[in-house]
């Protein structure tokens, strides 16, 4: 049987040092979804990377095993411990809780990326065309949109025939382009506004959908994106520019973002508690389930991928498997007997699909 090696004293210290400070960014993270970012952004970059946190601590945990006369194992373990519960978040096996019978709808939302994010290059005409022969191969009963383009609102009923009632809210882009958040129903839509964001095009559009003999509100949600490009930034650093100088741009961007987030999370709860009826969120929150905003939206609320997924929950394709910022989140008097993250590349986004029952 192999001895497991003996480190130097002075290496010993330095790994010790490494597997503290790991275990120390891990629980900042655990801690960050508590913190408003308005006060104080620091930890929610801890959040933010909470994956390869744990991803790190757990490759320290198996050097240390092999590390003869090392205590630093239980470091890394007891920091991980956590994780084990946080898991179902991001990755999920198991059965479905069957609940009640009640009326099925199914309810897909998507950020379509203005028809030009897709990983194959695909032209706004192909992207488009692919995304409604998705629409017409699943059928959903509500369909809502994020960074929807056109420009003439009358396409809409042309793409979307199947859809005879629909609420938008659409902000004036390049030349005669528009683009925003649509939402798409089988149903009827008796009430329908928006929640505009202060110095942002994002928003919140919200619909009252009459399904039988129920109302139910929709809140079809696109909050503030990091907006970073890593292509720029590598380029600004080729041209010279200093990398201490790129990176507290960055830095002061993304915590920019995190604060103007909170916002909107505050103002959509706001404006959530002036309605009796039962209130669906969904949409591109861009923010992962350890956040302030995930937090925050998901309290009392049922997420589909957590009661009826499977596998990875990921729903952006540029970093699969390790961010899921699409989410549908539904009263609790609803359950979800089946959500689908189908693996499209019409968008940088994968659209997420959820059979709800209504009991």
């Given at each position: 049987?192999?001895?497991?090696?003996?480190?130097?004293?002075?290496l010993?210290?330095?790994?010790?040092?490494i597997?503290?400070?790991?275990?120390?960014?891990?629980a900042?993270?655990?801690?960050?979804p508590f913190?408003?970012?308005?006060k104080?952004?620091?930890p929610?970059?801890f959040?933010?990377?909470?994956?390869?946190?744990?991803?790190?601590?757990?490759?320290?945990l198996?050097?240390?095993?092999?590390?003869?006369g090392?205590?630093?194992?239980?470091?890394s373990?007891?920091?991980?411990?956590?994780?084990?519960?946080?898991?179902?978040?991001?990755?999920?096996?198991?059965?479905i809780?069957?609940k009640?019978?009640?009326?099925?709808?199914?309810?897909c939302?998507?950020?379509?990326?203005?028809?030009?994010?897709?990983?194959?290059?695909?032209?706004?005409?192909?992207?488009?065309?692919?995304i409604?022969?998705?629409v017409?191969?699943r059928?959903?009963?509500?369909?809502?949109f994020?960074?929807?383009?056109?420009?003439?609102?009358?396409?809409?009923?042309?793409e979307?025939?199947?859809y005879?009632?629909?609420?938008?809210?659409?902000?004036?882009g390049?030349?005669n382009?528009?683009?925003?958040n649509?939402?798409l129903?089988r149903?009827p839509?008796?009430?329908?506004?928006?929640?505009?964001f202060?110095?942002?095009t994002?928003?919140?559009?919200?619909?009252?959908?009459?399904?039988?003999?129920?109302?139910?509100?929709?809140?079809?949600?696109?909050?503030?994106?990091h907006?970073?490009?890593?292509?720029?930034?590598l380029?600004r650093?080729?041209e010279?520019r200093?990398?201490?100088?790129?990176?507290?741009?960055?830095?002061?961007?993304?915590?920019?973002?995190?604060?103007?987030?909170?916002?909107?999370?505050?103002s959509?709860?706001?404006?959530?508690?002036s309605?009796?009826?039962?209130?669906?969120?969904?949409?591109?929150?861009?923010?992962?389930?350890i956040?302030?905003?995930?937090r925050?939206?998901?309290?009392?609320?049922?997420d589909?991928?957590?009661?009826?997924?499977?596998?990875f929950?990921?729903?952006?394709?540029?970093?699969?498997?390790?961010l899921r910022?699409?989410?549908?989140l539904?009263?609790?008097?609803?359950?979800?007997?089946?959500?689908?993250?189908l693996?499209?590349?019409?968008?940088?986004?994968?659209?997420?699909i959820?059979?709800?029952?209504?009991p």
């Amino acid at each position: 049987m192999k001895k497991r090696a003996k480190l130097p004293v002075v290496l010993q210290i330095i790994f010790r040092s490494i597997v503290l400070a790991a275990a120390g960014s891990l629980a900042i993270a655990y801690l960050s979804p508590f913190i408003n970012p308005a006060k104080f952004t620091f930890p929610l970059f801890f959040g933010l990377y909470f994956i390869p946190l744990a991803v790190i601590n757990t490759l320290l945990l198996i050097v240390s095993l092999f590390i003869r006369g090392s205590s630093t194992a239980w470091i890394s373990f007891i920091a991980l411990l956590p994780s084990i519960l946080l898991a179902e978040l991001f990755v999920r096996w198991g059965d479905i809780e069957i609940k009640e019978d009640g009326e099925e709808v199914q309810l897909c939302t998507y950020n379509v990326g203005l028809f030009v994010q897709g990983r194959e290059r695909l032209s706004r005409k192909e992207a488009l065309e692919g995304i409604i022969e998705m629409v017409d191969e699943r059928a959903p009963d509500i369909l809502c949109f994020q960074e929807y383009h056109t420009t003439e609102i009358a396409s809409i009923k042309r793409e979307f025939p199947q859809y005879p009632y629909y609420t938008y809210h659409l902000f004036r882009g390049r030349g005669n382009s528009k683009f925003g958040n649509l939402t798409l129903s089988r149903f009827p839509i008796i009430e329908s506004g928006k929640i505009t964001f202060t110095r942002s095009t994002n928003l919140s559009i919200w619909s009252d959908i009459k399904i039988g003999e129920k109302i139910v509100r929709v809140y079809n949600t696109h909050l503030e994106s990091h907006s970073i490009s890593f292509t720029a930034l590598l380029k600004r650093i080729r041209e010279n520019r200093k990398l201490s100088e790129e990176i507290y741009s960055l830095h002061d961007k993304v915590a920019l973002t995190f604060k103007r987030r909170s916002q909107q999370v505050d103002s959509l709860l706001k404006h959530m508690e002036s309605t009796q009826l039962p209130s669906i969120i969904c949409g591109d929150f861009n923010d992962t389930p350890i956040s302030y905003t995930y937090r925050k939206l998901s309290s009392n609320r049922w997420d589909t991928f957590r009661e009826a997924g499977s596998g990875f929950a990921s729903t952006y394709s540029l970093l699969w498997p390790i961010l899921r910022i699409d989410f549908i989140l539904t009263p609790k008097e609803m359950w979800c007997r089946q959500h689908t993250t189908l693996k499209l590349n019409y968008s940088d986004h994968y659209p997420v699909i959820s059979h709800l029952i209504f009991p």
